[in-house]
């Protein structure tokens, strides 16, 4: 269940930039997100850090867009979900 709790946080980091956690240096948490995005509730409700990162930026302008259209790897992974 903590799992689930903690995940979010983790998959907007990628949005900073792919340098943030690097594979190299953290392999057991890269292994962990992995894992968690085969996760059918994980799947479900998963926003591409393209996305995120489509976010921040009008978030840090002072213009979020909360209604943005989704992107097509979101939407993709979305309707994976079985």
Known sequence: MADLHFYPFFERLPAL???????NK????TAWMSAMQHLECVRKYWISPK????????Y?????DYD???DEETIVMQRSVG
Not at 26 to 29: A, E, Q, S
Not at 51 to 58: E, K, T
Not at 60 to 64: F, S, T
């Open 60 to 64: 840090l302008a002072g213009k979020p």
């Open 68 to 70: 943005m259209e989704l």
């Open 17 to 23: 930039g792919s340098d943030v956690l690097p594979a």
């Open 26 to 29: 953290f392999p057991l948490l």
């Open 51 to 58: 996305q995120h990162s489509r976010y921040l930026a009008g």
